[in-house]
């Protein structure tokens, strides 16, 4: 099966502007998550959808941060306008209904300079 | 609120040493625990998972995790690593079941290098 897919992989933009991160969930699988990791720092937790519901949000750092995932497919990660400490690799997980843990997306490095 | 804690932020050994990577969770209720792995360049894969039953877990690659619920400990160990096991290894934890999806709780993340 075709894994998690996150494009584009990498990602250099300037303060203030904007940025759409992408990610292709394993076909069939409702839970789809959003984490970042800044600068080495742990992997945080950003957001969880159940299919095209938002069912956790606490991690999202700022109204700066939109998440969709219309149709309960993939799922879009803007930030706009970017600021520089939203640096990082943003990483996409999904899992089925059986949490027999996470299968993760290669990862998006945001650089804001 | 939930945390976890992985002791050493990086580890050099030699080939044919033990490995012993520390991970330290605080939650007072039932968890389901990870080991994730991350070989350079490659993306985030899980190692091994504890969810109930025997606590010593067993993963691939020839590692292992112990469970120890008094100590709110989840120690990843392998006998005798190899050059390949040269990665950065994240310790998870997760402890919140709703609609089959769960929420999980990542460490700081341990580098690994295996002198050849």
């Known amino acids: 099966e075709a894994g998690v897919t996150q494009f584009p992989s990498h990602s250099v933009i300037e303060k203030g502007q904007t940025v759409t991160l992408r990610c292709d969930p394993i076909?069939?699988?409702?839970?789809l998550y959003w984490y970042r990791r800044v600068m080495g720092k742990e992997i945080k937790f950003l957001l969880h959808f159940v299919k095209e519901s938002k069912q956790d949000e606490s991690g999202m750092p700022n109204n700066r941060f939109l998440a969709e995932r219309t149709g309960g497919t993939y799922s879009t990660l803007k930030v706009q306008p970017a600021e520089l400490e939203d640096s990082g690799v943003y990483f996409c997980?999904?899992?089925?209904?059986?949490?027999?843990?996470?299968?993760f997306g290669s990862g998006t490095r945001l650089t804001v300079v | 609120a939930q945390s976890v804690s992985q002791h050493n932020h990086h580890v050099i050994l030699s080939e044919a040493a033990s490995l012993e990577l520390g991970c330290n969770y605080s939650?007072?209720?039932?968890?389901?625990l990870f080991w994730y792995v991350q070989y350079p360049g490659q993306h985030l894969q899980l190692l091994l998972k504890?969810?109930?039953?025997?606590?010593l877990v067993k993963g691939i690659k020839g590692f292992e995790a112990e469970f120890i619920k008094s100590k709110f400990s989840f120690n990843l160990r392998k006998p005798s690593v190899q050059w390949s096991d040269t990665a950065e290894y994240f310790c998870a934890v997760n402890a919140r079941p709703d609609t089959g999806g769960f929420k999980t709780i990542f460490g700081a993340g341990t580098r690994l290098f295996v002198k050849a």
């Open positions: 504890y969810f109930s039953g025997d606590p």
């Open positions: 997980a999904s899992s089925g209904r059986q949490a027999v843990g996470y299968t």
């Open positions: 939650y007072g209720g039932t968890v389901n």
């Open positions: 076909s069939g699988h409702d839970n």
